[in-house]
């Protein structure tokens, strides 16, 4: 099965922090950026950032810039994502996958979607 596995979600208190992983299985990613997407209950889902194949370009929806860092280590195929700050607004399953252009993360053009994993923000 060529997809991801996210871990690192949980329950957290607001203004908490979490980091979230993001490991390839059975194949690499490193042509190609990837993207870190959420969907809360009844929402539809929303990309919430990108790294490009090196690392070296990343992007941000408005909603999480400045609170939340996305990185990659492709010797370990695996991407992250770093969440300061969390509002319960963050509240959601949070999936990755791989873009088939090196440096966007456009919804059509995402590939191995992982299962996700569930960030709870409450207090």
């Known amino acids: 099965q060529l997809q991801f596995v996210e871990s690192g979600g949980g329950l957290v208190q607001p203004g908490g922090s979490l980091r979230l992983s993001c490991v390839a299985s059975g194949f690499t990613p490193d042509f190609f950026a990837i993207g870190w997407f959420r969907q809360a209950p009844g929402k539809e889902r929303e990309g919430v950032s990108c790294?490009?194949?090196?690392?070296?370009?990343?992007n941000y929806a408005d909603s999480v810039k400045g609170r939340f860092t996305i990185s990659r280590d492709n010797a370990k195929n695996t991407a992250y994502l770093q969440m300061n700050s969390l509002k319960p607004e963050d509240t959601a399953v949070y999936y990755c996958a791989r873009s088939t252009s090196r440096i966007s993360c456009d919804s059509d053009d995402m590939r191995r979607w992982g299962k996700g994993t569930l960030v709870t923000v409450s207090s």
């Open positions: 790294i490009s194949d090196s690392g070296g370009v990343t």
